[in-house]
C-alpha cells in the first residue's frame, strides 16, 4: 500500500503545460505507475489543499531518442504516466506560479 506521498513524482514543466496552468487551469504531474485517478486527486487535493474538479490520465510510451555520434548507439526515454490536474476556478498551484 502506498502513501499520498508516493503518488506524486514530480510536476511536468513544458510550454503546454505552462500554457494550460496560465489559460485553462490545469496542471501536470508525473505519477507513480499504479496510480489511479482518485489516488491522484486525494494526493493533490490533501498536499495543495485546492479543490480538484477533473484528472486526465495519460500513459506516454516509451521512445527512442537520437542517434549519438556513432549512429548505432541509441537512447531510449522510459515510458512514464501523467495526470493532467483541473482545478477549480480561481484556484492555483504555487509551485507552477515562478518567482515571487
Known amino acids: 500500500m502506498s502513501t499520498i506521498y508516493d503518488v506524486l513524482?514530480?510536476?511536468l514543466v513544458t510550454e503546454k503545460s505552462s500554457?494550460?496552468?496560465g489559460k485553462l487551469n490545469q496542471y501536470s504531474f508525473i505519477v507513480a505507475d499504479h496510480a489511479t485517478r482518485s489516488q491522484?486527486?486525494?494526493a493533490v487535493e490533501t498536499l495543495y489543499d485546492v479543490n480538484v474538479v477533473r484528472v486526465n490520465v495519460i500513459n506516454v510510451p516509451?521512445?527512442?531518442g537520437r542517434r549519438l555520434r556513432s549512429r548505432r548507439l541509441l537512447v531510449r526515454k522510459p515510458a512514464y504516466k501523467k495526470a493532467i490536474?483541473?482545478?477549480a476556478e480561481g484556484?492555483?498551484?504555487q509551485?507552477?506560479?515562478?518567482v515571487s
Open 9 to 11: 513524482r514530480r510536476p
Open 19 to 21: 500554457y494550460q496552468s
Open 40 to 42: 491522484v486527486k486525494d
Open 62 to 64: 516509451a521512445k527512442r
Open 85 to 87: 490536474i483541473t482545478l
Open 91 to 93: 484556484q492555483t498551484l
Open 95 to 98: 509551485i507552477f506560479e515562478g
